[in-house]
């Protein structure tokens, strides 16, 4: 008998607890042991269980605990849809509770946070911890128990109304001893306005402003600006980080 269940059996606890897992894998860490971190999805569970990772300790509701920081996660953030196209790749670290990755998001993109929001994966749905909805709040997960290995993919919707979709890639992971902070690497088109609709009420703002003529350009004008450019990209300002 090893890993998980030595440990419970030892310390006289139940391995099936989330408590005694958690201190388990306190345990881990502090012996000094080298447990690779983040783990794959698919692999097996560094505690001992046999199971997948994803479908153990890797799953949301496990991973609330704080555990070091050597990983450094690179993300592409695409809003499904958008024309012209609009993404921002950002790092974040991969200790990042999701309700934190969510301000990231908010400022890489350029949305002012005035609606709720979800990550969401095939297995699990995550949510705005303000929501009402039961579900797996935010403010209790960290980034990494859904994003551990390069190519894996989650969604972020904001704005249930507006249903704005995000594709959120994990493009890379890089060693986070050195520098591992939140920032905006690149990107590209303008965030559309907040309550425009969406990605499809969004475009159809976008082809009004170019149609003087068009019966909604006026107030394509009021929303967007007689000058807006869709393609272009700014980065944040110092400070919105």
């Known amino acids: 008998m090893s890993g998980l269940l030595a440990y419970a059996e030892r310390e006289g606890k139940d391995p099936a ?30 505690c001992g269980s046999a199971r997948k990772y994803k479908k153990c300790c890797g799953a949301p509701g496990f991973l609330a605990v704080e555990l070091p920081d050597p990983a450094s996660l690179v993300l592409r953030i695409e809003l499904d849809d958008a024309e012209p196209e609009v993404w921002r790749r950002i790092t974040v670290p991969s200790n990042t509770p999701l309700d934190q990755v969510h301000q990231m998001i908010q400022a890489a993109m350029g949305w002012q946070d005035t609606h709720l929001y979800a990550f969401e994966t095939d297995d699990y749905t995550i949510i705005d911890p303000r929501s009402t909805s039961p579900g797996i709040s935010a403010d209790g997960e960290r980034i990494v128990s859904i994003a551990s290995e390069p190519g894996q993919q989650f969604s972020y919707r904001y704005d249930f109304g507006d249903d704005s979709r995000h594709t959120v890639t994990v493009e890379e992971i890089r ?67």
């Open 175 to 241: 060693d986070g001893s050195t520098k591992n902070t939140f920032e905006v690497l690149d990107g590209a088109g303008a965030c559309p306005p907040e309550d425009c609709g969406g990605a499809g009420g969004y475009l159809t703002l976008v082809q009004a402003l170019n149609k003087p003529g068009d019966p909604d350009h006026d107030h394509a004008v009021q929303r967007l600006g007689e000058d807006y450019d869709p393609s272009r990209y700014e980065p944040p300002r110092h400070g919105q980080e």
């Open 17 to 46: 607890s989330r408590r005694t897992r958690l201190e388990y894998n306190d345990s881990l860490h502090g012996s000094g042991r080298d447990v690779d971190w983040p783990p794959q999805r698919n692999a097996p569970c560094w």
